[in-house]
C-alpha cells in the first residue's frame, strides 16, 4: 500500500485534448495534518474514504490506503470534515505507458493545474508531455489536504 508518485505544474491546457476521461471531484479531510491524512471524496457516484501516512524524505513515496464507500455516506462525511472543501476536474491523460491524472482545481484554488503519476518504483522513468512544468513533488503547499487551508488564491 506504498503509493510513489510525481507531481508537476501544467504550464497550458492542450492535455484537455489528450485526455481520455473527465470526472469532477469533490473531497474534505477529516484530518489533514500532513503526518497522516483522512480524505473523503466523491468521484462521480462513488465515494472513498483515504488514510495517506507523511511523505518519505523525497517526497515521492508514502502510505496510501483507500476504501470505496457508497455515495450517500462519503457526502454525510464531507459534512464532518475541516473547512476548505477542494472542488476540481480530473482528466486521465496516457503518455508511454503511464497515466497522468491532471486536476484543475475549481473555486478558491481556481487557476490551480497540477499533474501526478504513479510509478512503480521512484527511479521508474516516464515520458514528460510538452504541457508538464516544473516538478513540485514533496512542495507541501501542493498537497490537497494544505490547498484545503490555504488556497491557491491567497498565494497571488
Known amino acids: 500500500m506504498q503509493e510513489i508518485e ?3 505544474l501544467v504550464t497550458s491546457e492542450a492535455f484537455k485534448n489528450e ?4 470526472t469532477h471531484i ?11 491524512t483522512v480524505r473523503i ?8 474514504l ?3 501516512g ?15 464507500i457508497s455515495l450517500s455516506e462519503a457526502e454525510d462525511l464531507l459534512h464532518l470534515c475541516e473547512p476548505g472543501i477542494i472542488e476540481k476536474t ?6 508511454g505507458d503511464h497515466t497522468f491524472e491532471v486536476d484543475e482545481f475549481k473555486g478558491e484554488n481556481e487557476g490551480l493545474i497540477i499533474a501526478e503519476i504513479e510509478l512503480g518504483s521512484e527511479n521508474e522513468p516516464f515520458s514528460k508531455p510538452e504541457w508538464l512544468g516544473e516538478e513540485v513533488t514533496g512542495n507541501i503547499k501542493y ?5 484545503s487551508k490555504n488556497p491557491f488564491k491567497n498565494w497571488i
Open 50 to 52: 483515504t488514510v495517506k
Open 143 to 147: 498537497y490537497n489536504s494544505q490547498l
Open 90 to 95: 480530473r482528466y486521465e491523460v496516457s503518455s
Open 54 to 68: 507523511k511523505a518519505n524524505k523525497s517526497g515521492l513515496s508514502r502510505f496510501e490506503w483507500e476504501k470505496q
Open 19 to 22: 485526455a481520455h476521461k473527465r
Open 6 to 8: 510525481r507531481k508537476f
Open 26 to 36: 469533490v473531497q474534505g479531510f477529516l484530518n489533514a495534518n500532513p503526518e497522516r
Open 41 to 48: 471524496r466523491t468521484r462521480a457516484n462513488d465515494g472513498f
